[in-house]
């Protein structure tokens, strides 16, 4: 029998029957302790992105995502917010993007782009321990070269404004209310996580071949066994590595402005975590697997950042810890239109009007990652009222994602 479960949306989101059936099978499994699912939900990989699904001793390659360790970040800096209102002011920032990111299948900082002379990327994750998985070792020098840079899909990295809300004393930002510049980072753990998540899928799937059709995508491995391990262990290397190369894009862009960090937030979405919940089934508070699979951590006074799309803010919220909700809130505004199908509904001739209204400049995206293609940020935002408090709003203003025809990496 399928284990407790929550929608959060209802009323004023229709979810996709595709979405609600695959959190439905989730809770199905054997394993299965609780379920949610968030207002941004849409259709995945075994598990649905906005699915949260708590599990006993058990780890689901796929429940984590094939991109491990999706996670934003958002840094304020000592800039004034105006430099964006500055034609010099907006092509100093963008400079500074374009030079120290890299977007696109395969990017790295080694043997091509504009910055290939200056070799990988240097940081401390490079020194912790890769020889946790076969996987992780024979890609350590495929990792190093991807360092500091962002693929393609749904990845950004972008300037905006960031307009901190009143409130008693200090944000939990730490810095008093106010409009300041900042950047904000989407990205996770490149090529590397991909493959570790396609092995050990792989590996549960063979384990499990009790479980046929869609379902084998949910398919686990025990953490007690030497492969569950294995994966837990590559998992957690590739949350330290995707927070990494997030400090390392805005590291970067730190030096190349001369600027300062003044405040920041970051989380990721797409991981599993060993948690201590009550699920009200008569078992009293246990320790459970929680798989948040694009689901952003919300348990009582945690920050994270929720952002929408590149023409509509994004949110930095503390968690409330709704009940139901296994500490989770959605991780975005959602998708409602497949890639394939936005590259035949939008052009750019009709997007890039609503854009300019709203002062965003594009770098470049494909046509698949336009406004129209996700939920409305604010209606999502409403639905999640008792799950998270918004004390901060983004609002993008400078953009910059994977060039028109690459290929989706998410």
């Given at each position: 029998m399928s284990v407790q479960k929550r929608l959060f949306g209802e009323p004023g989101i229709d979810f996709d029957g595709e979405s609600v059936a695959q959190l439905d099978q989730a809770c199905a499994l054997p394993i299965?302790?609780?379920?949610?699912?968030?207002?941004?939900?849409?259709?995945?990989?075994?598990?649905?992105?906005?699915?949260?699904?708590?599990?006993?001793?058990?780890?689901?390659?796929?429940?984590?995502?094939?991109?491990?360790?999706?996670?934003?970040?958002?840094?304020?800096?000592?800039?004034?917010?105006?430099?964006?209102?500055?034609?010099?002011?907006?092509?100093?920032?963008?400079?500074?993007?374009?030079?120290?990111?890299?977007?696109?299948?395969?990017?790295s900082f080694a043997g091509r782009g504009r910055r290939s002379d200056v070799g990988p990327r240097s940081h401390a994750v490079m020194d912790e321990d890769w020889s946790v998985s076969p996987v992780t070792l024979r890609l350590k020098d495929k990792a190093h070269a991807q360092l500091g840079t962002s693929g393609s899909g749904n990845h950004f990295v972008e300037f905006g404004t960031l307009t901190v809300e009143e409130s008693d004393g200090l944000s939990p930002l730490g810095m008093p209310p106010g409009v300041y510049l900042a950047l904000l980072s989407h990205s996770g753990s490149r090529g590397v996580g991909a493959s570790v998540c396609d092995h050990y899928s792989k590996l549960a799937m063979s384990e499990h071949p009790e479980l046929e059709g869609a379902p084998k995508r949910l398919a686990w491995l025990d953490l007690d066994s030497e492969a569950g391990q294995e994966y837990w262990n590559a998992m957690n290397l590739m949350g330290s590595y995707a927070s990494a190369n997030h400090a390392c894009i805005h590291d970067s862009i730190v030096e190349h402005l001369g600027a300062r960090v003044i405040g920041g937030v970051e989380n990721h979405h797409n991981f599993a975590w060993k948690e201590t919940h009550d699920f009200g089934d008569g078992h009293g508070p246990r320790e459970v697997v929680v798989h948040r699979k694009g689901a952003t951590p919300a348990g009582i006074g945690t920050l994270g950042v929720i952002p929408g799309s590149m023409a509509q803010p994004g949110y930095v919220v503390v968690g409330k810890g709704g009940a139901g909700s296994i500490d989770s809130a959605a991780h975005g505004a959602g998708r409602v239109m497949s890639r394939s199908k936005a590259k035949k509904t939008h052009r750019w001739a009709d997007v890039r009007p609503?854009?300019?209204?709203?002062?965003?400049?594009?770098?470049?995206?494909?046509?698949?990652?336009?406004?129209?293609?996700?939920?409305?940020?604010?209606?999502?935002?409403?639905?999640?009222?008792?799950?998270?408090?918004?004390?901060?709003?983004?609002?993008p203003r400078l953009v910059k994602m994977a060039p028109e025809g690459e290929r989706a990496e998410d």
């Open positions: 299965a302790v609780g379920g949610a699912l968030m207002p941004d939900a849409h259709v995945g990989y075994g598990l649905p992105i906005g699915g949260v699904l708590a599990t006993e001793n058990t780890v689901i390659p796929y429940a984590v995502g094939v991109d491990i360790a999706c996670r934003v970040k958002l840094s304020v800096f000592d800039m004034p917010a105006a430099v964006l209102d500055d034609e010099r002011g907006r092509d100093r920032l963008a400079d500074a993007i374009e030079t120290e990111t890299r977007f696109g299948v395969g990017a609503m854009l300019d209204r709203v002062g965003v400049t594009l770098l470049s995206a494909g046509i698949d990652e336009n406004p129209l293609v996700y939920k409305q940020i604010e209606q999502v935002m409403a639905r999640q009222a008792d799950l998270v408090e918004v004390i901060a709003r983004f609002d």
